[in-house]
């Protein structure tokens, strides 16, 4: 579930990002691939619990700062109250993806 979801006219991109998040984890790490539910994912590992949708917000910022992306562009589309969740980044570089697959796959 990797790739461009829509391409806008000011060449803004939407991307899927599939992820599994590992709350309670000792330090913030983004990298790594997890054959999950919605496919290959991108394993992000917070330090904030599983409580009160806190882990999910430090997975959300992690994913920006990973990626190099404003938090904001950075939505939550599936999964709530999952580990195996689904974002949307909007962007307007073609080096995202190229980004997420390099941390996923280990070639980062």
Same mark, same amino acid.
């Given at each position: 579930?990797?790739?461009?979801?829509?391409?806008?006219? *000011?060449?803004?991109? +939407? =991307?899927?990002?599939?992820?599994? &998040? !590992? @709350?309670? $984890?000792?330090?913030? #790490?983004? %990298?790594?691939?997890?054959?999950?539910?919605?496919?290959?994912?991108?394993?992000?590992?917070?330090?904030?619990?599983?409580?009160?949708?806190?882990?999910?917000? *430090?997975?959300?910022? +992690? =994913?920006?700062?990973?990626?190099? &992306? !404003? @938090?904001? $562009?950075?939505?939550? #589309?599936? %999964?709530?109250?999952?580990?195996?969740?689904?974002?949307?980044?909007?962007?307007?570089?073609?080096?995202?993806?190229?980004?997420?697959?390099?941390?996923?796959?280990?070639?980062?």
């Amino acid at each position: 579930m990797w790739g461009m979801v829509n391409r806008r006219p *000011a060449e803004t991109a +939407a =991307l899927s990002v599939v992820v599994r &998040v !590992r @709350p309670g $984890a000792g330090r913030d #790490r983004v %990298g790594g691939r997890y054959e999950g539910p919605h496919g290959p994912a991108l394993i992000i590992a917070v330090g904030a619990p599983a409580v009160d949708g806190k882990a999910t917000e *430090a997975v959300r910022r +992690a =994913l920006a700062g990973a990626l190099g &992306v !404003r @938090p904001a $562009a950075v939505t939550l #589309r599936l %999964g709530a109250t999952s580990r195996d969740k689904v974002f949307t980044v909007t962007t307007d570089s073609d080096e995202t993806l190229a980004r997420l697959v390099a941390l996923r796959d280990g070639s980062a």
